[in-house]
């Protein structure tokens, strides 16, 4: 399979405690990004890190990537019961064809 | 950020039909477009690479007689689900790049569309 695996597959926590989700991946990159997804929606955008950084920051998003371990990490502070949502990573192997990794249901409880 | 529609959101059809997902670039111009499957709880399996004015490139194992995939101006590409059976519902997604806008590359994701075949 072409897809990169992420864990945990099921992420379920209190409100105000952070999440933290990983993804590994199979090949080199050129950039890897996070994206969230809404039950039955279609894909939003999060935060794209390339392959020479290491760490990426959006509010209250931080992004790693460590490209001799092929993985990412999506870490979510003080969560929040919106961020319940499916989180992906997509990699670029610069083909611009993005391969999706298998996604982490995240459940944030109020 | 950049817009991307796609139309319908839903659609239900009978078995042997066929069904036409369009997917608009509403304020950028997409030389390039992808389609996607999606299972429920599953990730997003890309089917093909939509390319205006030529061939779409299909991924291996997807059926190109199928899921035909006309991109036919800049803005606007179209899968359409040939003869479907009810193997084939699923939820269809779209994305596309800005490749002129500020951007880093990044993709703009459609709604997505939930086809049910009965």
């Known amino acids: 399979s072409q897809q990169g695996e992420e864990d945990p597959q099921a992420l379920s926590i209190q409100e105000g405690e952070n999440a933290t989700m990983n993804c590994s991946y199979k090949?080199?990159?050129?950039?890897l990004q996070w994206y969230r997804q809404n039950s039955g929606r279609g894909l939003v955008h999060l935060i794209l890190?390339?392959?020479?950084?290491r760490e990426k920051h959006s509010g209250r998003l931080r992004v790693t990537l460590d490209t001799s371990k092929k993985s990412s990490s999506l870490l979510i502070t003080a969560s929040r019961a919106a961020d319940t949502a499916s989180y992906f990573c997509?990699?670029?192997?610069?083909?611009?064809?993005?391969?999706f990794g298998t996604g982490t249901r995240l459940k944030v409880l109020a | 950020g950049a817009v991307v529609s796609q139309h319908p959101s839903w659609v239900i059809c009978k078995s042997g039909t066929s069904v036409k997902i369009e997917c608009r670039s509403l304020?950028?111009?997409?030389?390039?477009m992808f389609w996607y499957r999606q299972f429920p709880k599953q990730s997003l399996m890309l089917m093909a690479t939509?390319?205006?004015?030529?061939?779409?490139?299909?991924e291996q194992g997807v059926e190109k007689d199928k899921f035909l995939i006309n991109h036919a101006s800049l803005t606007l590409s179209t899968l359409t689900v040939t003869s479907a059976h009810p193997e084939d519902s699923s939820f269809y997604i779209c994305?596309?790049?800005?490749?002129?806008?500020?951007?880093?590359?990044?993709?703009?994701f459609g709604e997505g569309s939930r086809l049910t075949v009965l």
């Open positions: 997509a990699t670029d192997s610069g083909t611009y064809k993005y391969i």
């Open positions: 939509s390319n205006e004015g030529s061939k779409a490139t299909y």
């Open positions: 890190i390339r392959s020479n950084e």
């Open positions: 090949t080199s990159i050129n950039n």
């Open positions: 304020d950028f111009q997409a030389t390039t």
């Open positions: 994305s596309a790049r800005d490749l002129q806008g500020p951007g880093t590359g990044e993709l703009f």
